[in-house]
């Protein structure tokens, strides 16, 4: 049996983590999530030793500071991070944003749904696809030792 599937969502936007904490509560399949107010933080959780990685990553681009392409880019480039799949969870519409995100290897680009209603929907669905997509042991599995090539 597949535990539940774990999600952190990077966004500044406190009312956004709000409406997503609700909506993930809201949803048919198990899953915990975890909100991050910014990328650096993000980061600096996603790469303690001592961090149980998340199954996916949701990521917001306009953020201050550090914005999401600049966090996707550190996630990709960290030996440890680089495959956790990150889902770009953004409002932008830039074709320039969404080339980037996936030249940066982004695993989807989604511009946010405008009401709550589609807002769960896209999760549901979301979850859905990324709780049968995973296996039993992913990420826990994740170690610089077992991603080099053989």
Avoid at 91 to 107: C, F, G, N, P
Avoid at 120 to 125: H, I, K, M, R
Wanted: with cysteine; net charge negative.
């Amino acid at each position: 049996m597949k535990r539940p599937l774990r999600v952190m969502l990077i966004d500044d936007n406190p009312l956004d983590r709000a409406l997503a904490e609700e909506a993930f509560a809201l949803l048919k399949q198990p899953c915990t999530l975890v909100t991050m107010p910014s990328g650096i933080e993000a980061l600096h959780v996603l790469m303690a030793a001592d961090t149980l990685l998340p199954d996916l990553v949701l990521l917001d681009i306009n953020m201050p500071g550090m914005n999401g392409l600049a966090v996707l880019e550190k996630i990709k480039g960290h030996p440890t991070l680089k495959n956790l799949p990150v889902l770009m969870l953004t409002t932008s519409m830039a074709d320039d944003d969404l080339r980037r995100a996936y030249a940066l290897h982004a695993s989807a680009y989604l511009p946010k749904a405008v009401s709550f209603e589609g807002f769960l929907t896209q999760l549901e669905g979301l979850v859905t696809f990324w709780h049968n997509a995973k296996t039993t042991t992913w990420p826990n599995t994740l170690t610089p030792e077992n991603l080099m090539p053989q």
